[in-house]
């Protein structure tokens, strides 16, 4: 309890996280059951709204990464169902950043514009803090080791290939593509 009041963090998003973690570790794991995970928190509200012409692709989408999910589905006649869709279109949204797409392409596809990005992805990144920290307390490791590449992934909008490039000084998501590109892996 006092780590989580440290944490800054609401008690049910912990619970939820603690919850979470408990079935990941009869589960595996991608980068979407995390930020799934992190986008259905009351603290990453507003949540990206799913637009009615969206809805089906979300909806397979959900059938796509269904045995990745983490978190519990709601019914669909549930109250909740709408703010889940949302929490899904949410971590699309962090999934195309960590797939290195550009403030551009997200602003067309999503509709957020870039002060809206900045302001989402930090706090995308206290919440994995906040979960690092708890599967740090819990005593998970195997899942302590995807949670900080994932806090990475998130911070530098990068795929897992470009970690070792970004411990450089003066080293960024672009330059470090072009590198990576030209063979430089670390």
């Known amino acids: 309890?006092?780590?989580?009041?440290?944490?800054?963090?609401?008690?049910?998003?912990?619970?939820?996280?603690?919850?979470?973690l408990k079935k990941s570790s009869s589960k595996q794991t991608t980068n979407f059951s995390f930020l799934q995970l992190i986008s259905s928190t009351l603290e990453m509200r507003p949540l990206l709204r799913t637009r009615v012409k969206e809805l089906e692709d979300i909806e397979n989408s959900i059938v796509q990464h269904h045995e990745f999910m983490i978190t519990t589905e709601p019914s669909v006649y549930d109250e909740e169902y709408d703010e889940f869709l949302n929490s899904i279109k949410t971590a699309f949204f962090f999934l195309e950043w960590v797939d290195e797409k550009d403030e551009e392409f997200l602003l067309e596809k999503y509709n957020v514009r870039p002060g809206e990005i900045r302001v989402k992805l930090e706090t995308a990144d206290w919440l994995l803090y906040a979960l690092q920290e708890l599967t740090r307390i819990s005593k998970m490791q195997s899942l302590l080791k995807e949670i900080t590449k994932l806090r990475i992934q998130i911070k530098y909008g990068v795929k897992e290939e470009l970690i070792p490039l970004l411990k450089l000084k003066n080293i960024g998501r672009v330059r470090a593509r072009k590198l990576f590109n030209n063979g430089i892996k670390d």
């Open 1 to 20: 309890g006092k780590r989580i009041a440290e944490l800054y963090i609401d008690p049910l998003t912990a619970h939820e996280f603690i919850v979470a």
